[in-house]
C-alpha cells in the first residue's frame, strides 16, 4: 500500500460520493416533501442513461447527447408526475411502494421492448479519454476527474437553488413543516412538479456520467437505488446537507471497503478464503456505517425539522 494507492482511491470515492448525490438529492425531496416513496427513480437514472446514449448515437457528439438526455429525463419525470404519481401522495405508503414499483417494470420492460435486451454503448467523449497527471507521478482519468467536477458543480448550484432562491424557500418550508407551508400559501402542485422534474434531471446528469463508466443497460437504476435509499436515511429524509454529506461518506467507505478489504483479509487467512470473504464483508460496510448512524441519530445526521 503506498500514497498512490490511497489517492486514487480516496478520487474514486469522491467520484462514486458525488454521482450518489445526484441521485439521492431527488430522493429525498421527494420522500421528505411528498412522504412519498418512489421506488421508480431509479428508472428515471436507466432513462436518462438510454436518451443520452440515443441522441448521442444519432448526433455523434456526447455533449448533445448530454443535454438532450438531461432534458429528457426532466420531461419524462414531470409527466410521470402529473399522470400518474400525484394520484398516490394521499394513499399509504404500500400502496406507493406497489404502484411505482409497478412503474419500475414497466420502464424496465419499455426500454427493453425500445432499444432491446443488450448493453447499449455510451462512449466517453475523445477529449476526456486520455489520463490527466493531477500530481507528480499521479496519473488519473480525465473523464473521472470531469465526473467529480460536475458533481460538485451541481452540489453549488442545488445550495444557492436550496438557499438563495424563492424555489428553494418553499422546499425548504415544505421540508419543514408541508401542512404549514400549504397554509401560507404555497402552490404544492406546482411545486411538487416542480420537484419531481428536478430530481429527474439530476438522475438524467447521473446516467450521462456513469453511463460510459458502468453498462447502460435495463434495470442499471435498480441496484443504485438501494444505495441511494441508504445516503438519505444516513444523512436524514429531505436534506440536501445531509444527502451530500451520507453520499461522500457511503462513497468513500464503500469504494475503500472493496479496495483494502481484500488486502487485509489477504493477510489474515488463505487467498481463496480470502476472496470469498472480502467482498462479502466490503459489501455489507455501507449498511453497518447506517445501522450505526441510525442507532445514535434514528432520524439521519441532519434531519429537517417537521
Known sequence: MNSILLLEQAFNGLQFGLMLFLLAAGLT???GIMDM???AHGSLYMVGAYLIAAITAATGSYWWGLAGGVLGAGVFGAVLELSILRHFYQRDHLSQVLGTFAILLMCNEGVRLIW???PVPLNTPDMLAGPVEVLPGFFYSSFSLFIIGVGLLVALLMYVLITRTRLGMQVRAGAANREMAMAMGVN??????AIFALGAALCGVAGGMLGPV???QVGMGESILIVAF???VIGGIGSIRGAFLGALLVGVIDTAGRTFMPLLFSRLMSPEAAANAAPAVAS????????TVLFFKPRGLFPTHG
Open 29 to 31: 425531496l421527494v420522500f
Open 37 to 39: 416513496i418512489n421506488l
Open 284 to 291: 455489507i460496510l455501507i449498511y453497518l456505517l447506517m445501522a
Open 214 to 216: 458502468l453498462a447502460v
Open 230 to 232: 441508504v445516503v438519505i
Open 188 to 193: 404544492v402542485s406546482a411545486l411538487f412538479t
Open 116 to 118: 432491446g435486451a443488450q
